[in-house]
């Protein structure tokens, strides 16, 4: 099973910026999606972005989309979140997941159910 270790959560004041970074312990094939997700206090554990490691695409959900993107650092074998213009709304638990059938016709499901390995989660607080 893939581990996954996360990095790069903090304090922030609204409006600023934070780069997560999602380490998989190995590529076990080169067919897989590595998922960004998180957990507000007392809310579903909801997704943000996908990429693929077959090709880089990338896939985003509504609340994700225009402020968030997601880049791979193959050479490094890590997966970044780039957060920004945050608010206090995205305070959360963030985690990234890795999953091997998250897909249709290579295209990412983010779907939480669809992920089998997670990471043990960073916190992320934006706040004054």
């Known amino acids: 099973q893939v581990q996954l270790v996360e990095s790069g959560g903090g304090l922030v004041t609204p409006g600023g910026s934070l780069r997560l970074s999602c380490a998989p312990s190995e590529f076990a094939s080169d067919a897989y999606f590595i998922g960004w997700f998180r957990q507000a206090p007392g809310k579903d554990r909801e997704g943000l972005s996908c990429i693929s490691s077959s090709d880089g695409n990338t896939y985003y959900t509504q609340s994700a989309k225009g402020r968030f993107t997601m880049s791979r650092d193959s050479a490094k074998n890590v997966v970044y979140l780039q957060m920004n213009d945050l608010n206090p709304e995205d305070t959360a638990v963030y985690y990234c997941?890795?999953?091997?059938?998250?897909?249709?016709?290579?295209?990412?499901?983010?779907?939480?159910?669809?992920?089998?390995?997670w990471g043990q989660g960073t916190q992320v607080t934006v706040s004054s």
């Open positions: 997941a890795a999953s091997w059938i998250a897909h249709n016709q290579g295209m990412c499901i983010i779907k939480e159910t669809l992920f089998g390995s």
